[in-house]
């Protein structure tokens, strides 16, 4: 175990892991490759900002900008991305019990609103884990997104992401 998971006093980051296993399973059951890191992407010949890696807008406020600071530039990183079509941007919340971070996905709806994740590849949020239907902020992430028209699609269950992935065999996006 990592010292940051040994740190780890919520259980966020053995879950992500744990999460980002899962979803690398499901996407090559289906023939498909998950692109994560910077090595996916040269591998692929694909540049990862844009797809899996979103700078912050200019005109946040500074102290939004320093949350996660790598050099002079201020990114978002999804949980990762498929090359299919015009590409998929896929973020994970798992929630296997019920906790006080839940509430994050509404900061989440607002990276949606100001255009971090662009307009050129499909975002899919999708709510997974034990408890992630009884979630909400979950719930109202959807809701909020349906109602302002925003450009994600939510999917909850491991079961209903793993269906939105096997349909893209087919050409559905």
């Known amino acids: 175990m990592?010292?940051?998971q040994k740190d780890d006093?919520?259980?966020a980051a053995k879950s992500g892991s744990e999460s980002e296993l899962r979803l690398r399973a499901i996407v090559k059951k289906h023939g498909f490759q998950l692109l994560r890191i910077q090595k996916d992407f040269d591998e692929a010949g694909l540049k990862i900002l844009?797809?899996?890696?979103?700078k912050k807008p200019e005109w946040w406020p500074e102290q939004c900008k320093k949350t996660r600071k790598k050099g002079n530039e201020s990114f978002f990183n999804a949980d990762g991305f498929l090359n299919v079509g015009d590409g998929i941007i896929i973020e994970l919340k798992n929630s296997n019990k019920h906790g006080t971070?839940?509430?994050k996905v509404i900061y989440d709806?607002?990276?949606i609103r100001d255009g971090v994740y662009g307009k050129d590849h499909k975002l899919i949020y999708a709510f997974v884990g034990k408890v992630c239907q009884d979630i909400g902020p979950y719930r109202l992430f959807e809701l909020k997104a349906k109602m302002e028209d925003l450009p994600v699609q939510t999917v909850?269950?491991?079961d209903e992401l793993e269906k939105v992935i096997e349909s893209l065999k087919d050409g559905a996006l």
């Open 2 to 4: 990592s010292k940051k």
């Open 50 to 54: 844009g797809r899996n890696k979103f």
């Open 9 to 11: 006093r919520h259980g």
């Open 156 to 158: 909850f269950g491991w």
């Open 101 to 103: 971070t839940d509430e």
């Open 109 to 111: 709806l607002e990276k």
